[in-house]
T-cell receptor, first 111, second 114 residues
Framework: AQSVAQPEDQVNVAEGNPLTVKCTYS??????LFWYVQYPNRGLQFLLK??????LVKGSYGFEAEFNKSQTSFHLKKPSALVSDSALYFC?????????FGAGTILRVKS | EAQVTQNPRYLITVTGKKLTVTCSQN?????MSWYRQDPGLGLRQIYY???????DKGDVPEGYKVSRKEKRNFPLILESPSPNQTSLYFC?????????????FGPGTRLTVL
């Protein structure tokens, strides 16, 4: 079965430091991978996606993600965190017209 | 403004009382979907629709119904709600069915079933 794992419930980082939010997936065939962000009391917003091609994908708000096929990972990264990046982040994989989400990781950026 | 709207945003009801949560998008999207969000479980897909009159089950369809009579609307129906359906519900749409395109989410409906 297709699945997504986000091994960290919460990630804490100081403002200005680099951040990484981890995601691993299990899917047969070529994966279509996504990152979404949810701010408090809001719906989800699309950040970036990997379909094919370059393993480093750039997205909104300065975020990027690295696809690693051998490690079946799609970690979200940002070189310099902002307090406003604090939110709930979801990794997702698409297969067969369905979207399967991970459990989510809370990112807290402290000033 | 391009958006997905849901109504109501908050609803408290009692077990067994039928309810409908409406979802509408103004972007002429083909694909629409419903999710429920529960702590520690992320979002789980309830139903999706590839286009008008075409719907299919997601991963957690039990206790829910949907219909897609018009392209813009995709209501979620709970015929006999139960407390385990207390959750945060999101509707989403995407321009193209069958393609890995990002989805646009509504603001959410927080449902409490007593």
């Amino acid at each position: 079965a297709q699945s997504v794992a986000q091994p960290e419930d919460q990630v804490n980082v100081a403002e200005g430091n680099p951040l990484t939010v981890k995601c691993t997936y299990s899917v047969s065939g070529n994966p279509y991978l996504f990152w979404y962000v949810q701010y408090p009391n809001r719906g989800l917003q699309f950040l970036l996606k990997y379909i094919t091609g370059d393993n480093l994908v750039k997205g909104s708000y300065g975020f990027e993600a690295e696809f690693n096929k051998s490690q079946t990972s799609f970690h979200l990264k940002k070189p310099s965190a902002l307090v406003s990046d604090s939110a709930l982040y979801f990794c997702a994989v698409e297969y067969g017209n369905k979207l399967v989400f991970g459990a989510g990781t809370i990112l807290r950026v402290k000033s | 403004e391009a958006q997905v709207t849901q109504n109501p945003r908050y609803l408290i009801t009692v077990t067994g009382k039928k309810l409908t949560v409406t979802c509408s998008q103004n972007m002429n999207h083909e694909y629409m979907s419903w999710y429920r969000q529960d702590p520690g479980l992320g979002l789980r897909q309830i139903y999706y629709s590839m286009n008008v009159e075409v719907t299919d089950k997601g991963d957690v369809p039990e206790g829910y119904k949907v219909s897609r009579k018009e392209k813009r609307n995709f209501p979620l129906i709970l015929e006999s709600p139960s407390p385990n359906q207390t959750s945060l519900y999101f509707c989403a749409s995407s321009p193209i069915a069958g393609a890995p395109h990002e989805q646009f989410f509504g603001p959410g409906t927080r449902l409490t079933v007593l």
